[in-house]
C-alpha cells in the first residue's frame, strides 16, 4: 500500500526538542521532493520545510528556520523533522506530504499522512 | 510571500446542492493553483492540481477552474461525505501558502 505514516509526537516543555520520522512505502521514495506541512489547533494548513529528492536542497518557512530541520534516508525510505528550541506556537498536527510538480514550479502535494500531533505546553 | 485569501470561511448547504469557493492570490501565480479535502483524523487528499485538473480517482462533481489571480472550486450535486474543510494552495514559489480553509457543513 502506497503510504505516509508520522511518528514522534507527543507533549513537550517550552525550549525543549522533538525528532518527527515519517515512514514511507508502497513506492519509491527516493524519487519523490517530500514537505513537511502542520495545521495548529483551529488554524490552517502551513507549509514548513521541504527537501529534495537526493537531500542536498532545502527549503524552509520563516516562522521554522534555524530552529527546524529536515533530512531524509533514502535507504530506509523515511523523512525527519528536527525541532529545536519548541514554543507554544509549535502545537499543531503535523503531516509530511509526497510533492508532485504540476504545471508549476513547485508541488502540489498527492500523498500525505495522517498526522502526528504536538504539544507544547508546561 | 504569496497571500491566498479564501472565501467563505464557512458555508451550509444541502444534498444535491452545487457548492462554490473561491480563491483570490497576491500574485499572479498562472494556474498553479490546487485544492486540497481535510476531514478530521484522515490524511489530506488533493483533488484538484494545476487550477482544473483532477486529481486520479477523484469524483467527477469536483472541478476547479481560473487563471492569474482568481480561482473557483465547485462541488455539484453536493453529497454528505463531501463535509470537510476545503484549502487551495499556491504552488507557484516558496513558501508554498495555503488559504485559510472553508468548513463545509450539510443543512
Known amino acids: 500500500e502506497v503510504q505516509l505514516v508520522e511518528s514522534g509526537g507527543g507533549l513537550v516543555q517550552p525550549g525543549e526538542s522533538l525528532r518527527l520520522s515519517c515512514a514511507a512505502s508502497g513506492f519509491i521514495f527516493r524519487d519523490y521532493d517530500m514537505s513537511w506541512v502542520r495545521q495548529a489547533p483551529g488554524r490552517g494548513l502551513e507549509w514548513l520545510s521541504c527537501i529534495s529528492r537526493s537531500g542536498t536542497t532545502t527549503h524552509y518557512a520563516d516562522s521554522v528556520e534555524g530552529r527546524f530541520t529536515i533530512s531524509r534516508d533514502n535507504v530506509k525510505n523515511s523523512l525527519y523533522l528536527q525541532m529545536n528550541s519548541l514554543g507554544a506556537e509549535d502545537t499543531a498536527v503535523y503531516y509530511c506530504?509526497?510533492?508532485?510538480?504540476?504545471?508549476?514550479?513547485?508541488?502540489?502535494?498527492?500523498?500525505w499522512g495522517r498526522g502526528t500531533l504536538v504539544t507544547v505546553s508546561s | 510571500d504569496i497571500q491566498m485569501t479564501q472565501s467563505p470561511s464557512s458555508l451550509s448547504a444541502s444534498v444535491g446542492d452545487r457548492v462554490t469557493i473561491t480563491c483570490q492570490a497576491s500574485q499572479d501565480i498562472n494556474n498553479y493553483l490546487n485544492w486540497y479535502q481535510l476531514k478530521p483524523g484522515r490524511a489530506p487528499k488533493v483533488l484538484i492540481y494545476d487550477a482544473s485538473n483532477l486529481q486520479t480517482g477523484v469524483p467527477s462533481r469536483f472541478s476547479g477552474g481560473g487563471y492569474g489571480t482568481d480561482f473557483t472550486f465547485t462541488i455539484n450535486n453536493l453529497q454528505p461525505e463531501d463535509i470537510a474543510t476545503y484549502y487551495c494552495q499556491q504552488s507557484d514559489n516558496l513558501p508554498i501558502t495555503f488559504g485559510q480553509g472553508t468548513r463545509l457543513e450539510i443543512k
Open positions: 506530504a509526497r510533492g508532485l510538480s504540476g504545471n508549476g514550479p513547485y508541488w502540489y502535494f498527492d500523498l
